[in-house]
């Protein structure tokens, strides 16, 4: 595996403006995602994955969204700052994106083969026959039987499973280098989502691009990824190759979430650890650990400023004081 | 989880034979035209004091098995015997007397509070319909409700919007013990909650459970969590129950198929595991409930299955541990 980023986040920040008050959805988030990785963005709801994602293509409506602050380099572009037109070049064609719902994702009135060959007829200039062809063969490739004759069916004749098999079939359509699958098995059942992850494992080997794939399952993230980030009130609060989160969870918050875990497995414990309180309502910039009143570990430092990402070993950050070189309780953690 | 094992204990409900089909109508005169066996001839037993975890994916008709259990659908066929009384030929008048005893949390917290009364009536509704208590009395009652679920009783006077979803979720659990009922049907009470919110209202759930000796039916397609609360689970597939054991026997040795691919399917957050686990992985999707296989249902996407499988329905077999387990070939 190639180290070379492909897709280079720097201090993203987006915010929701309404006449009353602006929520600070994504609060100076920075990350890379490195030629052929997946890298999983694991948080509850609310905590800015989705909406981080979304920034970086500018998918937002604006107003309300308004990206304030921070840099998206791809290809040596700088996404924030793209026209239209560039952006458009972008979508699709350097970056795919996968959507949650695949109930809703696909347009209802149009033939699944239309939806298919949209993207090659824009992007690669394909022309008709030549892109039912390649959409035939993208069907084929994300496993629909007799894709050739499913071209011609809606989407409400497909089943969740399949639609979503369809929905990616579409985000690979111009083979992107960079594949956004925002919860993409949130809504299926547990079988499916099996079938789907072996899908994207299968695919991954095939054509080596990079995934980001958000989720809120710690348990599938375990499964894919090579590398995690962990975010919590729009921030990212951990990151770490995956089985040095798992192994070694630094942030109070990260460590807190696997507690809450029960598991088909291993020993089961008598009451389930949980997480005392509510994520915070980010009316402004934090300015404090966003995470303090919930911590087991808060100190005075905590509530006076806001941790910035300390590298606890190379490869593995958290934002929290009691990472930083000189609290010396990193032994605590 | 005070629960034990090794003392019979009294059968609080028994489900025989529940079937739950509804008729598909077509055409310009509204014919039938068919029917979906959402449950298709289920019988179980939950014993006082026990949670009963039922498991399946979505359409399998767990939610429907409850709903009916409570008679919120009417039941095709069958028996549900609860306390001696048949549920399901109960008339208005006494089925109404009964409602007290057997309560329901719903699964989505946003929809199941109605927007427009304060939490304080929403919890004192069952109280007035069937209760005989009033003004200061049901106020006291109301108040001691919602400091059980963990709220703060000042909270009467506010509307669900103000709440969060766990809080929402609290506050269906005090409407549901309200009337102290026996026997509580939870239809997947965590499905809409995060994850360090999901614990919360479990640990809630547990905590009620060993104070009032309540009995659960705990409907839910979160197998990690079922394993945390039930005593005993059965597993639904297309209508029916294809097995059906005590959690350690379950998910420790898992005996039908489905069973076993299920469990298997449910990802576990240990990357070294998941490098070397093996996933069962099920071919194609759930067939339609209204044109379900002949023989065996499972046997469309089973790994297993034989020629045997498509003539001939597995019988309700009792293997020798105890369980329970519809496969020709579990042993």
Redesign the interface.
Known sequence: MNSAPVLEVDGLKTVFGTRALAIHAVNDVSFSLREGELLGVVG??GSGKSVTMMSLLRLLPSPPARIEAGRVMFEGQDLVQLDDAGLRRVRGRGIGFVFQDPMTSLNPVFTVGFQLMEPLRTHLGLDRKAARKRAAELLALVGIPSPEARLDDYPHQF?G??RQRVMIAIALACDPKVLIADEPTTAL???????I??LVKDLRRKLGMAVVWIT????????I?DRVIVMYAGQVVERAE??AL?ENPTHPYTR???E??????GA?????????G?PPILTAPPAACPFAARCAHVHDRCREANPPLFEVVPGHAAACWLASPESGARNVL | MSFDHAQPRETLVSVSGLSVHFPIYAGLIRRQVGTVRAVDGVTFDVARGETLGLVGESGCGKSTTGRAILRLVEATSGKILMAGQDIASLGAEPLRRMRPRMQMIFQDPHASLNPRMTVGSIIAEPLTEHGTLRGRARQRRVEELLDAVGLNPDFANRYPHEFSGGQRQRIGIARALALDPDFIVCDEPIAALDVSIQAQVVNLLEELQERLGLTYLFISHDLSMVRHIADRVAVMYLGKIIELATRDALYDAPKHPYTQALLSAVPIPNPRVEATRRHIILKGDVPSPANPPSGCRFRTRCPIAEARCAAEEPAWRKLEDGRHVACHFAT
């Open positions: 509850e709801s089943s499973g399949m059942d547990v079988t499916i989502q099996a079938q992850l072996e809120h399952d710690l348990g599938v993230v375990a499964g990824a995956v089985e798992y807190a979430l696997m809450t875990l029960p598991g088909v497995d089961r414990g008598q009451r389930l650890r949980t997480i005392a509510q």
